[in-house]
């Protein structure tokens, strides 16, 4: 009798929690596969009554579409080099952290507070710190009014100021502020958790260490790194996740066109590509968001694989 | 277990026809509108809706002129609305469509109509523009449904013909207020240093050319839109830029590379810049001090922005120096081309026909009464669409005879506007237009910036490529 | 473990350590904090700069030689950012929005990891299966059919839009669903004999109980609501509905030339300044709740 009622209230209490998901989540997902091998598909010309054929049109033109491949590769770079870089210098914290006793919870809590931020916001403000207010084109036209910061920072160093992200800067230039500001921006997280980590390590291998005479750094690679690596690889996928999925951070710097000035798009990634087609073509849409997953899914299993074979439980 | 998964799958299955309704439900996907036998209904109340992007000051007038719209035709009930830009409005619009809930009017761009198409939704007005069907006003004046000949010639020919250029043949959109290019000139430093205002390109140069001898710091000229600079020289070069219908994409050919290899030349040599590589509106740098570096002499931008180019005042209150506004610039002076922008209007598929037909009433009394066109042009300084609004007493008092290069800097630009009447020019809609214009402005702003020291023809001919490369993949 | 018995004679040695191990160790400390601090200051640089640049005018923050303190203090900027970007309005819909989305989030969650922790029904785990596959799904991927359910929905441009799409959080239900699992059955079983019914006995022994992670998941979904930016951006483009972010960017996207940067900055304090409030009174909630999720709101 109790058992009956409750299968009944079990679902009337998951109900809201089911409704919204199928019409939010499962729908989607089915619908997403749908468009994705609907060449051509077209919300709007539907509505006009178009039809349109199954097939991997949608697949073949955005992989041949330079655009995309632009925004692929510009997602490869930064998380190429954003997880690695992020990943080694949040262990090189944590560890100090975890060696000092004064000051540790000040510069912990400092560490976290890129973390409580709204990255369009704080994107605002690196892009300010880059930017040269004024134009920067070469010969005739410039017309430099301050250079930015970082710039006035290089130059009382004796460098040559740069152009970043103003209209002409080289691609470089732009990836070396889209990866500091990622890389800004991961570090929180990536410290809080190889922290969390070394502080629930067994003190005892340690002490076990020093009674040995094991140098620091013998210490660190065959004690720290093994017993830690199920957080670095929890950090090192989530990194990758979070790296396929980077757009915010590069709408904060360069704004919605993505791009320095009269370059939209330079600095694209597929999640930018994805909204993009959105609203116009989402066929396409469709079948860049399922590449997007199975990108995603494979360099998952890939970091599983390789973590399990290295991971010391 | 796997039961549960499928009862979830099962859920999901129902699901899909639900949304498949409600995807297509409610909307009429026809494409085409004939006036009925028993025409429009005076008796009958009927509202409709407009969506627009006015300011504060241009609603005043439409609320005023709805006024006088609804002393001919109280049955119907204007409600308007001011989206946001132009992008909002046709966003909104578009999503609109798709569940059927879309405005009766709405201010439109040729690209947006060919958008709208793409779901069927716009309105023909071929019709209503033919139909002889007699209604009475409750003026007590008769009024025929569709446009009079002496209404049709009214219109500036340019203007009118936007509306008809989406390969169809048929006609989508009247225009209702316009704006075009001119060319802002220092008209102090002209007459000091005895030059000549230039006519055509090759004047420019010149001009450009001397300029840059007496005052060496300087970019003789800003050009606001390197969109428009493309497709107006494609204009008046005859050569192709797009096509509504066939193959859409076909301005990689050698004329064009020609003139923009030739501009690429000017702006290195530092004679002209623009919107996007000056990094904001080149009056910005037409009302600068002359004293500072960058400063320009002449400005091509929109009619419209004229009180943008009144350079400031002086210690004494006048104006630093005069302003004078003419043609731009042309390949065959004799010939000239110029681009028509601005709103015009469209209607709506709606299941009520009398809907419809109050919706052509009401932008028929717009766009062909002459105290609303030349009240409309005061306050946003865009040029009227009918000849006949040049007449208007008051317009012409109080606007159009005061211009000049100061205070009444507006009107001159308007005047400029409506003398140079046969020289607009359209280009084609098509859905996939307005992808084209923002390649091509991309495509001047990255040709102008090749540098000399690799090889420019061969990175202007890639840039050109790339340019139709990206409009056949957002297009198709 | 033989290294443990030898533990406490070697300890022994240790105090007797030589005079330049001490240096050295000396040595290392400094270079440790060195690092630490330097590190500390690189991470804070830009919320300085943020600071002083709020508060210069424009001709002190052009200066091709910058001030590292403003020399005149202009908070007229922040009137200025306030007006320009209406923020105002932006607080209020944002503040509408992360609250009636927090609450009602709550609700569904409490709810759902109820029935998944408490109740027995047939397909229990596989249901709780499937959800937890959903969560391997990047969400860009459900943002295109959204927009258009939303769309044919006649949800744009509401509040409705902004809430209800993401009430449901499978991490949420499941991180609930935990804590509610090491609360002992016993106290249920025992308030069913009682009597009490489901609902009673959630809000006098389980929420109280859960109150930790029920705040941290408050935390985060107000943070979210902050933060967000995307499918606002997509669903809700007019002013009247805008949240805080959307506004941010919109109102001052001119990145280039004359921008008015101090007034930008000062707006992008404003913005940034409730999140910290928050965050230095409910430190412990957002660590905590942070390193169990690793996601932003």
Same mark, same amino acid.
């Given at each position: 009798?109790?058992?009956?009622?409750?299968?009944?209230?079990?679902?009337?209490?998951?109900?809201?929690?089911?409704?919204?998901?199928?019409?939010?989540?499962?729908?989607?997902?089915?619908?997403?596969?749908?468009?994705?091998?609907?060449?051509?598909?077209?919300?709007?010309?539907?509505?006009?009554?178009?039809?349109?054929?199954?097939?991997?049109?949608?697949?073949?033109?955005?992989?041949?579409?330079?655009?995309?491949?632009?925004?692929?590769?510009?997602?490869?770079?930064?998380?190429?080099?954003?997880?690695?870089?992020?990943?080694?210098?949040?262990?090189?914290?944590?560890?100090?952290?975890?060696?000092?006793?004064?000051?540790?919870?000040?510069?912990?809590?400092?560490?976290?507070?890129?973390?409580?931020?709204?990255?369009?916001?704080?994107?605002?403000?690196?892009?300010?710190?880059?930017?040269?207010?004024?134009?920067?084109?070469?010969?005739?036209?410039?017309?430099?009014?301050?250079?930015?910061?970082?710039?006035?920072?290089?130059?009382?160093?004796?460098?040559?100021?740069?152009?970043?992200?103003?209209?002409?800067?080289?691609?470089?230039?732009?990836?070396?502020?889209?990866?500091?500001?990622?890389?800004?921006?991961?570090?929180?997280?990536?410290?809080?958790?190889?922290?969390?980590?070394?502080?629930?390590?067994?003190?005892?291998?340690?002490?076990?260490?020093?009674?040995?005479?094991?140098?620091?750094?013998?210490?660190?690679?065959?004690?720290?790194?093994?017993?830690?690596?199920?957080?670095?690889?929890?950090?090192?996928?989530?990194?990758?996740?979070?790296?396929?999925?980077?757009?915010?951070?590069?709408?904060?710097?360069?704004?919605?066109?993505?791009?320095?000035?009269?370059?939209?798009?330079?600095?694209?990634?597929?999640?930018?590509?994805?909204?993009?087609?959105?609203?116009?073509?989402?066929?396409?849409?469709?079948?860049?968001?399922?590449?997007?997953?199975?990108?995603?899914?494979?360099?998952?299993?890939?970091?599983?694989?390789?973590?399990?074979?290295?991971?010391?439980? | 277990?796997?039961?549960?998964?499928?009862?979830?799958?099962?859920?999901?299955?129902?699901?899909?026809?639900?949304?498949?309704?409600?995807?297509?439900?409610?909307?009429?996907?026809?494409?085409?509108?004939?006036?009925?036998?028993?025409?429009?209904?005076?008796?009958?109340?009927?509202?409709?809706?407009?969506?627009?992007?006015?300011?504060?000051?241009?609603?005043?007038?439409?609320?005023?002129?709805?006024?006088?719209?609804?002393?001919?035709?109280?049955?119907?009930?204007?409600?308007?609305?001011?989206?946001?830009?132009?992008?909002?409005?046709?966003?909104?619009?578009?999503?609109?469509?798709?569940?059927?809930?879309?405005?009766?009017?709405?201010?439109?761009?040729?690209?947006?109509?060919?958008?709208?198409?793409?779901?069927?939704?716009?309105?023909?007005?071929?019709?209503?523009?033919?139909?002889?069907?007699?209604?009475?006003?409750?003026?007590?004046?008769?009024?025929?449904?569709?446009?009079?000949?002496?209404?049709?010639?009214?219109?500036?020919?340019?203007?009118?013909?936007?509306?008809?250029?989406?390969?169809?043949?048929?006609?989508?959109?009247?225009?209702?207020?316009?704006?075009?290019?001119?060319?802002?000139?220092?008209?102090?430093?002209?007459?000091?240093?005895?030059?000549?205002?230039?006519?055509?390109?090759?004047?420019?140069?010149?001009?450009?050319?001397?300029?840059?001898?007496?005052?060496?710091?300087?970019?003789?000229?800003?050009?606001?839109?390197?969109?428009?600079?493309?497709?107006?020289?494609?204009?008046?070069?005859?050569?192709?830029?797009?096509?509504?219908?066939?193959?859409?994409?076909?301005?990689?050919?050698?004329?064009?590379?020609?003139?923009?290899?030739?501009?690429?030349?000017?702006?290195?040599?530092?004679?002209?810049?623009?919107?996007?590589?000056?990094?904001?509106?080149?009056?910005?740098?037409?009302?600068?001090?002359?004293?500072?570096?960058?400063?320009?002499?002449?400005?091509?931008?929109?009619?419209?922005?004229?009180?943008?180019?009144?350079?400031?005042?002086?210690?004494?209150?006048?104006?630093?120096?005069?302003?004078?506004?003419?043609?731009?610039?042309?390949?065959?002076?004799?010939?000239?081309?110029?681009?028509?922008?601005?709103?015009?209007?469209?209607?709506?598929?709606?299941?009520?026909?009398?809907?419809?037909?109050?919706?052509?009433?009401?932008?028929?009394?717009?766009?062909?009464?002459?105290?609303?066109?030349?009240?409309? +042009?005061?306050?946003?300084?865009?040029?009227?669409? /009918? %000849?006949? @609004?040049? !007449? #208007?007493?008051?317009?012409?008092? $109080?606007?159009?005879?005061?211009?000049?290069?100061?205070?009444?800097?507006?009107?001159?630009?308007?005047?400029?506007?409506?003398?140079?009447?046969?020289?607009?020019?359209?280009?084609?809609?098509?859905?996939?237009?307005?992808?084209?214009?923002?390649?091509?402005?991309?495509?001047?702003?990255?040709?102008?910036?090749? +540098?000399?020291?690799?090889?420019?023809?061969?990175? /202007? %001919?890639? @840039?050109? !490529? #790339?340019?139709?490369?990206?409009? $056949?993949?957002?297009?198709? | 473990?033989?290294?443990?018995?030898?533990?406490?004679?070697?300890?022994?040695?240790?105090?007797?350590?030589?005079?330049?191990?001490?240096?050295?160790?000396?040595?290392?400390?400094?270079?440790?904090?060195?690092?630490?601090?330097?590190?500390?200051?690189?991470?804070?640089?830009?919320?300085?700069?943020?600071?002083?640049?709020?508060?210069?005018?424009?001709?002190?923050?052009?200066?091709?030689?910058?001030?590292?303190?403003?020399?005149?203090?202009?908070?007229?900027?922040?009137?200025?950012?306030?007006?320009?970007?209406?923020?105002?309005?932006?607080?209020?819909?944002?503040?509408?929005?992360?609250?009636?989305?927090?609450?009602?989030?709550?609700?569904?969650?409490?709810?759902?990891?109820?029935?998944?922790?408490?109740?027995?029904?047939?397909?229990?785990?596989?249901?709780?299966?499937?959800?937890?596959?959903?969560?391997?799904?990047?969400?860009?991927?459900?943002?295109?059919?959204?927009?258009?359910?939303?769309?044919?929905?006649?949800?744009?441009?509401?509040?409705?839009?902004?809430?209800?799409?993401?009430?449901?959080?499978?991490?949420?239900?499941?991180?609930?669903?935990?804590?509610?699992?090491?609360?002992?059955?016993?106290?249920?079983?025992?308030?069913?004999?009682?009597?009490?019914?489901?609902?009673?006995?959630?809000?006098?022994?389980?929420?109280?109980?859960?109150?930790?992670?029920?705040?941290?998941?408050?935390?985060?979904?107000?943070?979210?609501?902050?933060?967000?930016?995307?499918?606002?951006?997509?669903?809700?483009?007019?002013?009247?509905?805008?949240?805080?972010?959307?506004?941010?960017?919109?109102?001052?996207?001119?990145?280039?030339?004359?921008?008015?940067?101090?007034?930008?900055?000062?707006?992008?304090?404003?913005?940034?300044?409730?999140?910290?409030?928050?965050?230095?009174?409910?430190?412990?909630?957002?660590?905590?709740?942070?390193?169990?999720?690793?996601?932003?709101?």
């Amino acid at each position: 009798m109790v058992e009956s009622k409750h299968k009944w209230k079990a679902w009337l209490y998951l109900a809201p929690a089911i409704i919204l998901l199928i019409v939010f989540t499962v729908w989607p997902i089915i619908n997403t596969v749908r468009m994705a091998f609907l060449e051509g598909y077209n919300q709007t010309a539907v509505v006009g009554g178009a039809t349109y054929s199954f097939g991997i049109g949608n697949f073949t033109k955005v992989l041949e579409y330079k655009g995309f491949l632009t925004c692929l590769g510009n997602t490869m770079l930064l998380c190429v080099l954003t997880v690695p870089l992020s990943t080694i210098l949040a262990l090189l914290i944590a560890v100090c952290l975890n060696a000092i006793k004064p000051l540790q919870r000040l510069l912990q809590t400092i560490f976290f507070l890129p973390y409580v931020t709204n990255s369009i916001a704080i994107g605002m403000v690196f892009a300010a710190m880059f930017n040269m207010v004024g134009t920067a084109f070469g010969g005739e036209n410039e017309l430099i009014i301050t250079s930015g910061i970082i710039n006035n920072i290089i130059e009382f160093f004796g460098g040559v100021p740069i152009n970043w992200i103003n209209s002409g800067s080289s691609y470089a230039a732009n990836m070396v502020v889209m990866v500091v500001y990622i890389v800004w921006n991961a570090l929180p997280f990536k410290i809080l958790i190889l922290l969390g980590g070394l502080q629930s390590i067994n003190k005892q291998y340690y002490d076990a260490a020093k009674v040995d005479g094991t140098p620091g750094w013998r210490v660190f690679s065959r004690i720290t790194v093994p017993l830690l690596s199920p957080m670095l690889a929890y950090v090192v996928i989530t990194g990758f996740i979070g790296g396929f999925k980077e757009y915010s951070s590069i709408v904060g710097i360069f704004g919605e066109d993505m791009g320095p000035a009269g370059e939209p798009g330079k600095l694209n990634t597929m999640v930018g590509f994805i909204y993009d087609s959105l609203v116009t073509q989402q066929g396409r849409a469709s079948a860049a968001a399922l590449i997007l997953f199975g990108i995603i899914f494979v360099v998952t299993m890939l970091n599983m694989y390789v973590s399990k074979k290295k991971t010391h439980y | 277990m796997k039961k549960s998964l499928l009862a979830l799958f099962m859920a999901v299955a129902l699901c899909l026809p639900l949304f498949a309704l409600a995807g297509c439900s409610d909307t009429t996907a026809v494409n085409d509108f004939s006036v009925p036998e028993e025409g429009f209904d005076t008796e009958k109340e009927v509202t409709i809706t407009f969506y627009h992007t006015m300011g504060a000051n241009l609603r005043e007038v439409l609320d005023e002129y709805i006024v006088k719209f609804n002393e001919l035709y109280p049955n119907i009930t204007v409600e308007h609305k001011q989206v946001g830009s132009y992008d909002d409005v046709r966003d909104q619009i578009k999503t609109e469509i798709t569940v059927g809930n879309q405005p009766n009017i709405a201010y439109c761009y040729p690209d947006h109509v060919a958008l709208y198409n793409l779901a069927k939704a716009v309105v023909p007005l071929d019709s209503l523009i033919a139909s002889t069907a007699e209604l009475k006003r409750a003026d007590g004046t008769t009024e025929v449904l569709g446009l009079t000949d002496e209404q049709k010639a009214d219109f500036i020919k340019g203007y009118y013909d936007e509306g008809a250029q989406f390969g169809d043949g048929k006609m989508y959109s009247l225009p209702l207020s316009k704006s075009t290019e001119v060319l802002y000139y220092n008209k102090t430093f002209f007459d000091k240093h005895g030059l000549q205002v230039p006519t055509t390109w090759d004047e420019m140069e010149e001009v450009c050319k001397k300029i840059k001898e007496i005052d060496p710091d300087c970019i003789p000229l800003g050009y606001d839109s390197e969109a428009n600079w493309f497709i107006t020289m494609c204009e008046q070069y005859d050569s192709e830029y797009t096509s509504a219908t066939g193959d859409h994409f076909l301005f990689n050919n050698q004329k064009n590379i020609d003139f923009v290899t030739r501009f690429r030349d000017w702006y290195q040599k530092g004679y002209v810049t623009t919107e996007e590589l000056s990094g904001g509106y080149t009056s910005d740098l037409f009302t600068k001090d002359s004293a500072e570096k960058g400063n320009s002499y002449m400005c091509i931008g929109s009619s419209a922005g004229a009180s943008y180019q009144k350079p400031d005042k002086d210690a004494d209150g006048n104006y630093v120096f005069d302003v004078g506004i003419t043609t731009i610039p042309q390949v065959d002076a004799s010939n000239p081309k110029v681009i028509s922008q601005g709103p015009s209007l469209c209607i709506f598929n709606k299941e009520s026909s009398q809907e419809v037909m109050a919706s052509w009433l009401f932008v028929e009394f717009l766009t062909t009464t002459p105290e609303f066109q030349a009240d409309f +042009s005061m306050k946003s300084g865009y040029v009227p669409v /009918i %000849k006949s @609004a040049a !007449e #208007d007493p008051v317009y012409k008092s $109080e606007f159009l005879e005061l211009a000049d290069g100061g205070d009444y800097i507006q009107a001159l630009s308007v005047k400029v506007g409506l003398e140079q009447e046969a020289a607009y020019y359209t280009s084609p809609a098509f859905n996939g237009s307005s992808v084209a214009r923002d390649q091509v402005g991309l495509l001047m702003q990255k040709c102008f910036t090749v +540098s000399s020291d690799g090889d420019v023809a061969a990175a /202007i %001919k890639k @840039a050109f !490529e #790339d340019a139709i490369a990206e409009c $056949e993949y957002q297009a198709g | 473990m033989s290294e443990l018995q030898n533990k406490t004679m070697q300890e022994k040695d240790l105090k007797k350590v030589s005079a330049h191990q001490k240096v050295g160790k000396i040595v290392v400390k400094v270079l440790l904090y060195t690092f630490l601090i330097v590190m500390a200051l690189i991470v804070i640089f830009p919320f300085y700069f943020m600071l002083i640049s709020s508060v210069k005018t424009l001709p002190e923050y052009q200066r091709s030689v910058p001030t590292l303190w403003p020399e005149f203090i202009r908070l007229r900027n922040y009137i200025d950012a306030f007006n320009t970007g209406n923020l105002g309005q932006l607080f209020v819909n944002t503040m509408i929005v992360g609250i009636v989305s927090t609450i009602l989030s709550l609700v569904i969650t409490v709810l759902s990891a109820f029935a998944f922790a408490r109740l027995e029904f047939k397909g229990k785990n596989a249901l709780f299966a499937a959800l937890l596959g959903t969560m391997m799904i990047p969400g860009e991927l459900f943002t295109i059919t959204n927009y258009a359910t939303v769309n044919s929905l006649g949800w744009m441009n509401t509040y409705t839009v902004l809430i209800v799409p993401f009430l449901v959080s499978v991490f949420y239900i499941y991180l609930l669903r935990q804590n509610f699992m090491q609360i002992p059955n016993e106290l249920y079983l025992a308030a069913k004999v009682d009597g009490t019914s489901d609902i009673k006995y959630l809000w006098k022994v389980m929420i109280p109980l859960a109150l930790p992670t029920l705040i941290s998941i408050t935390i985060l979904k107000m943070m979210g609501a902050w933060n967000s930016y995307v499918w606002p951006r997509l669903v809700a483009n007019e002013e009247e509905y805008q949240l805080i972010t959307n506004g941010l960017r919109n109102a001052f996207t001119d990145a280039e030339g004359n921008a008015n940067i101090p007034v930008q900055m000062a707006a992008v304090a404003i913005v940034s300044f409730p999140l910290f409030l928050v965050f230095i009174f409910l430190r412990k909630y957002i660590m905590k709740g942070v390193s169990r999720s690793g996601i932003k709101g």
